[in-house]
Each structure stands twice: as structure tokens, then as C-alpha cells.
Nanobody, 123 residues
């Protein structure tokens, strides 16, 4: 069992930056691929980015490529999402998720989910 707790969300203006954190507890964190997803009001949940268990591979949705960076600190059992140049369309609840398998973009591949943290970007 893995427990995930997100933090770092908030209200910012367009162009600002935020860093989200996802603290993991429970089973060995190092072996899990980690992903960030988001759900905007009235929209389906969508993939944002993911990082492999080793941290050596990352993958980003086209909508955030070049603006967002995912990283992990296995010593602290934490994964981060650095979000720069935020846009109003980035407004959503952001969720982190853990997947014992390889890096993945499909939500169905993830076994554990956090409760989410709200990010609101004003224009």
C-alpha cells in the first residue's frame, strides 16, 4: 500500500510559477513510476507528466512540455512538479499517482492516487 499526499497548490496569476509536491509513504517508493494528472472543471482527467522509478525517464503532455518539469527525490519519498509560465487553462485539481509498472500515460495503469491539490491561474 502506498499513501500519496499532494501539496503546493494555490491561486496565482498567469505567468507565475508553482511547485507541487507529492509525499509518498508506505511501500518502497523507489520502484514506482510516478505521474501527475489533472482535472479541470467540466473536463475529463488528463495526463500531465510522468517519471520512471529510477528518475531516468520522463514524459510530458504536449500542453505542458517546456513549461513543467517533473522530478523525484527518492531519499525524501517525494515527487515534484515545477510549473512555470502558468496559463489560465492550467487551472485544475492536480493529482499524483504511483504505478508499480513502467512509466505510463494512462490513468488506468496507476495503482495509487492522492487526494489532489487545487491550482487556479487567473488571467
Amino acid at each position: 500500500q502506498v499513501q500519496l499526499v499532494e501539496s503546493g497548490g494555490g491561486l496565482v496569476q498567469a505567468g507565475d510559477s508553482l511547485r507541487l509536491s507529492c509525499a509518498a509513504s508506505g511501500r518502497t517508493f523507489r520502484g514506482y513510476a510516478m505521474g501527475w494528472f489533472r482535472r479541470a472543471p467540466g473536463k475529463e482527467r488528463e495526463f500531465v507528466c510522468a517519471i520512471s522509478g529510477s528518475g531516468g525517464s520522463t514524459y510530458y503532455a504536449d500542453s505542458v512540455k517546456g513549461r513543467f518539469t517533473i522530478s523525484r527525490d527518492s531519499a525524501k519519498n517525494t515527487v515534484f512538479l515545477q510549473m512555470n509560465s502558468l496559463k489560465p487553462e492550467d487551472t485544475a485539481v492536480y493529482y499524483c499517482a504511483a504505478n508499480l509498472g513502467p512509466i505510463a500515460t494512462l490513468a488506468e495503469r496507476y495503482d495509487y492516487w492522492g487526494q489532489g491539490t487545487q491550482v487556479t491561474v487567473s488571467s
